[in-house]
Each structure stands twice: as structure tokens, then as C-alpha cells.
């Protein structure tokens, strides 16, 4: 089946430091990527849709220079959270779809905890 | 944009029981409705999903219902078992390839 990866799947940081988050189709070809960040006992929050080789779609309120996202290639999406303060502590969860694979079907990594001192 | 509602926050059974988790949305045009499962500090896992072209689905223990008409859609468990233990969340999309929209989540705890 299609896998998603995150790196690094967990990491501490210190206030103020930028820290990037990567995520990989590793046997599909994706075009479009989602970004959710993901607070402890709340739901999956969209983030962004990170499009292949244009710029990525924000949701209302998400700081697009705060956190910025790369999708490079088909494969590869990248999100960088930019002088990462503590209230950015929280996991972050991509996910992709096969491009031209079924509709509808997401395929979810396994998730990022971020948490920054 | 599309807001999706989820009661209850959370839901005890024993086991055995049936648990039933509802949702609203508010985009008439959100087409597909999937439901996911997700254990602490895990990835999110599909159990089951609808289309709007259909009202009832079911596989083995779990079924979900869809009320086009009232924008609302139900996941119902039968027979819980302790391993049903976990966070279930419902979402709404346009379909295709679009951006999915998640409920607020249900942490169901079945005791044995």
C-alpha cells in the first residue's frame, strides 16, 4: 500500500530556532500534500494544501511566514516552522494523495511532535 | 468553509454495548464523509466512509448513516470491544482531491 514518512518524528528545540519537518511519499507520486497540526486531545487542524511546484494554499489565521512549506518535487513536502516559539509545540501530521489514484483517499504519515522549550 | 460538528467530547460503554457517535456539517456541497480512528500520538486510520449518493453503509461492526437532507451523519459500533478504546473522528470533503474537514473527536472508552 501507498506509505507516507515524517522526519524526524519527534524533536525539541529552543525558542527562536526554525526547525523543518519533511515528508515523504515513499512509493507513490504525490501532487498535493496536506499540513495539519494537531493539539494534545483536539483534532486535526488543516495548516495548508501544498501543491507540487506552485505555492502552498493557507487556511485562515496560519502565518504563511511562520510556517512555510515546500513541496519541490512529487515526492517531497517540506514544512519549516520559523522561529519556533513554546505555543508551537504540537504534532504535526502530513498527508498526501496518489496522484491519479483513487479520489478521496488520503494517505496520512506518521506524525511530528514538536516541542519547543 | 466547511465547519463539522461531533458529540458527545466523549462516550464510556461496557462491553458489548453499541456506541454512537454523531456529526453535523454545514457545506451543502461536501460530498464524502470518512471516519477515522486514532490511538495516542498515532497516525489517524480510515475505518469506514460514505458518499452522498448513499445513506447507510456498514462493514462488520461498524455502520454509518448520512442525512443529506439535515446535513448530519452517524457512526454506530456494535458488539465494542476494549481495542475500539481510541479517538474517533468524523470529516466532511468535497471529494476527489479536496481538502478534508475534521470533527472535534470522541475519545470512546469500552470497559471490559
Known amino acids: 500500500g501507498a506509505v507516507v514518512s515524517q522526519h524526524p518524528s519527534r524533536v525539541i528545540c529552543k525558542s527562536g530556532t526554525s526547525v523543518k519537518i519533511e515528508c515523504r511519499s515513499l512509493?507513490?507520486?504525490?501532487?498535493?500534500m496536506f499540513w495539519y497540526r494537531q493539539f494534545p486531545k483536539k483534532s486535526l487542524m488543516l495548516m495548508a494544501t501544498s501543491n507540487e511546484g506552485s505555492k502552498a494554499t493557507y487556511e485562515q489565521g496560519v502565518e504563511k511566514d511562520k510556517f512555510l512549506i515546500n513541496h519541490a518535487s512529487l515526492t517531497l513536502s517540506t514544512l519549516t516552522v520559523t522561529s519556533a516559539h513554546p505555543e508551537d509545540s504540537s504534532f504535526y501530521i502530513c498527508s498526501a494523495y496518489l496522484a491519479g489514484g483513487p479520489p478521496d483517499t488520503q494517505y496520512f504519515g506518521p506524525g511530528t511532535r514538536l516541542t519547543v522549550l | 468553509g466547511e465547519n463539522v460538528e461531533q458529540h458527545p467530547s466523549t462516550l464510556s460503554v461496557q462491553e458489548g454495548d453499541s456506541a454512537v457517535i454523531k456529526c453535523t456539517y454545514s457545506d451543502s456541497a461536501s460530498n464524502y464523509f470518512p471516519w477515522y480512528k486514532q490511538e495516542l500520538g498515532k497516525r489517524p486510520q480510515l475505518i469506514i466512509d460514505i458518499r452522498s449518493n448513499v445513506g447507510e453503509k456498514k462493514d462488520q461492526r461498524i455502520a454509518v448513516t448520512l442525512n443529506k437532507t439535515a446535513k448530519h451523519f452517524s457512526l454506530h459500533i456494535t458488539e465494542t470491544q476494549p481495542e475500539d478504546s481510541a479517538v474517533y473522528f468524523c470529516a466532511a470533503s468535497k471529494g476527489g482531491y479536496q481538502k478534508v474537514t475534521f470533527g472535534t473527536g470522541t475519545k470512546l472508552q469500552v470497559i471490559p
Open positions: 512509493d507513490f507520486q504525490a501532487t498535493t
